[in-house]
C-alpha cells in the first residue's frame, strides 16, 4: 500500500485511505493533540493564504443549511471521527511497523470531542464531503507532523445503501463475430 493515493486540484498530497500510522502516536488522544490552527504563518507564507476566519469581512456562516439541514460543519467532522476512530483501541489497524507498541490497547479518540475552538479552527479542507461521499481534511501538529482528519457526507449513508457487485465480463471476441453484453 502506498502512502498517497494522488493529488488533488491544488497539488495537495490525498492519503491512501486506511494507510497505518506512519508516524507512530505518543499516546495522546486526538482530540488533545496540540495542533497549529494555521501552519503557513511561521513560515511566512501569510500573504499567500487567507488567515481564515480571522481575515475575513464577511460573516462567517458555520451551517451549511442548504446541504446539511441544520446541521454543522464541525458535526461533520466529528461524525466522520466518531465512525472512524470513536473509541477505537491503538492496535494493528493504526499502528505501523509496531511503532510505540507501548500504547497498544489505550483509547485513540474519545467519541464527541473536539479540541479547545473546535475542529472547524484547526481542520484545512483537502477534499471536501459531497452529498454522497465523505470528504477529508488535514490537522497539523506542533510535532512537526499532521494526520488527516475524516469529514462526513452531508447525508447520512447506511453500509448497506450502496453495493457493488463484480462479474467477469469477457475481455475479448474472435473477429467477426458479434457480441453483446450479459446486462443490455
Request: hydrophobic share 35%; net charge negative; proline share 7%.
Amino acid at each position: 500500500m502506498t502512502r498517497y493515493s494522488g493529488y488533488n486540484v491544488f497539488g495537495d498530497p490525498v492519503s491512501t485511505d486506511g494507510f497505518p500510522w506512519d508516524a507512530g502516536w505518543s499516546g495522546t488522544k486526538i482530540q488533545n493533540f496540540q495542533l497549529i490552527p494555521t501552519p503557513w504563518i511561521p513560515k511566512k507564507f501569510k500573504k499567500l493564504f487567507d488567515d481564515f476566519p480571522n481575515n475575513f469581512d464577511g460573516e462567517v456562516l458555520e451551517k451549511l443549511t442548504e446541504y446539511l439541514g441544520g446541521e454543522t460543519f464541525e458535526g461533520k467532522i466529528i461524525e466522520a471521527l466518531n465512525a472512524e476512530y470513536g473509541d477505537e483501541l491503538y492496535g494493528t489497524n493504526l499502528m505501523y511497523n509496531n511503532q510505540n507498541k507501548q500504547y497498544e490497547n489505550r483509547i485513540v479518540y474519545s467519541k464527541n470531542t473536539a479540541p479547545t475552538g473546535g475542529w472547524i479552527k484547526y481542520v484545512h479542507v483537502i477534499q471536501p464531503p459531497t452529498y454522497l461521499s465523505q470528504g477529508f481534511g488535514r490537522v497539523y501538529l506542533k510535532s512537526g507532523t499532521y494526520m488527516d482528519v475524516p469529514i462526513a457526507a452531508f447525508i447520512n449513508t447506511k453500509p448497506d445503501d450502496i453495493s457493488a457487485e463484480f462479474v467477469d465480463l469477457p475481455s475479448g471476441a474472435r473477429a467477426g463475430r458479434k457480441f453483446r453484453f450479459p446486462y443490455g
